[in-house]
């Protein structure tokens, strides 16, 4: 059963509901079918995590000076040399650990461009410093490594940071909407269905924070909160309830004079069953549509705090920060190392737009 179908599945009067016929609406829509293809293909990638990224190693931080600012598709060979405690280290982390926190590297790798076996040691030419040599016995394995994207100039690897960095970008606008839909349903809800000095109270609450601009809210709270991974969560959700509880209060005002509701009330139900379990189960569909658009402007939000440094701090990875430590190689030849980030910012909140607007299309009865 798919997530449309689940949200059609609504009580009291048919306005907006996500029915089969708007779900086949939804279908011959290509740009909407491809944005949340595109939408789960990043979720997917930030799921799996370090399981599926070529640095493993947590945040994806292992740093190589001496392969700083490698060009994408550029191959280095490693020399991976035991050292003690590597096995108990190994076992200590399980699936879940390691897709959700990764696992530090069981052996030391150092990069070399040249190496020479004899019965018992080995001799490698190192790409930094001078020539050494080791036992067999230490000897895990050489191997090559293909950098894709290439590495930044502390030579970490690109690719992986990318794939973590979509992680951080999801996680802060899935749960800064699931903030602001905690407080805008609530408060539009209560705003329209008591009415009178409540419904003034409420709007004059909403008022003043839609006059604050939002970046600058954004950073007052997280200054509050301090600078973190949460506290960048709580921030962006404090300042994007706003919109959805205009919407919400327009639309209960619409339901709560109807037939349904009037018999709701005749019955003697609490006025929280009403609300919630008869009204705002039809308010879904321009629920949805708003969450969408606010999801994109919450990955934005989250990525301009990063590029500021008030946003999710090192060594973690986002997409913002790679922008904000590779933008002076934008006139160099190593553009890419901001450019990539940019698109994929780009890509994703374009996605989350168009999923809005074919969830619009697709919820609007008079078409």
Not at 35 to 43: H, K
Not at 183 to 191: E, F, Q, S, Y
Not at 295 to 320: D, N, R, T, Y
Request: hydrophobic share 50%.
């Amino acid at each position: 059963m798919t997530l449309l179908s689940l949200i059609g599945k609504k009580k009291g009067t048919p306005k907006g509901s996500l029915d089969s016929m708007a779900w086949r609406r939804f279908r011959r829509n290509p740009l909407s079918v491809a944005s949340l293809v595109v939408i789960g293909l990043f979720a997917l990638v930030a799921l799996l995590g370090y399981l599926i990224t070529p640095d493993q190693t947590p945040y994806s931080n292992q740093q190589y000076l001496e392969l700083a600012t490698l060009k994408p598709g550029s191959k280095a060979t490693f020399l991976c040399l035991n050292e003690e405690g590597a096995a108990e280290r190994q076992h200590r982390s399980s699936l879940l650990g390691r897709m959700a926190h990764g696992e530090p590297l069981p052996y030391t790798a150092i990069p070399i461009y040249k190496y020479e076996e004899t019965a018992d040691s080995l001799r490698a030419w190192p790409v930094a410093g001078e020539p050494f040599s080791v036992e067999q016995s230490r000897v895990v394995q050489v191997k090559t490594r293909t950098f894709v994207l290439g590495t930044d100039r502390y030579g970490r690897d690109v690719l992986s940071m990318m794939m973590i960095g979509s992680r951080v970008s999801l996680s802060v606008g899935f749960i800064a909407i699931l903030i602001a839909l905690a407080i805008g349903v609530t408060l539009g809800a209560l705003a329209a269905y008591h009415g009178g000095w409540v419904d003034n109270l409420i709007m004059w609450f909403i008022n003043v924070v839609w006059a604050i601009p939002t970046v600058l809210l954004v950073i007052a709270i997280t200054f509050a909160l301090g600078k973190g991974f949460w506290q960048i969560f709580v921030a962006v959700g404090l300042t994007m309830w706003v919109d959805i509880a205009r919407v919400v209060r327009g639309e209960v005002m619409s339901l709560k004079e109807k037939e349904f509701v009037e018999a709701t009330r005749a019955l003697g139900f609490r006025t929280g069953r009403i609300i919630f379990r008869h009204i705002l189960p039809n308010t879904v569909g321009a629920v949805v549509v708003i969450a969408a658009s606010n999801f994109a402007s919450a990955i934005l939000l989250e990525a301009g705090l990063s590029f500021l440094g008030i946003g999710v701090q090192p060594p973690m990875p986002s997409w913002g920060m790679m922008v904000k430590e590779n933008y002076g190689y934008i006139l160099l030849d190593s553009a890419y190392l901001a450019l990539l980030p940019g698109a994929a910012i780009m890509i994703i909140v374009l996605a989350f737009m168009l999923l809005a607007n074919g969830l619009r299309d697709a919820l609007d009865v008079k078409r």
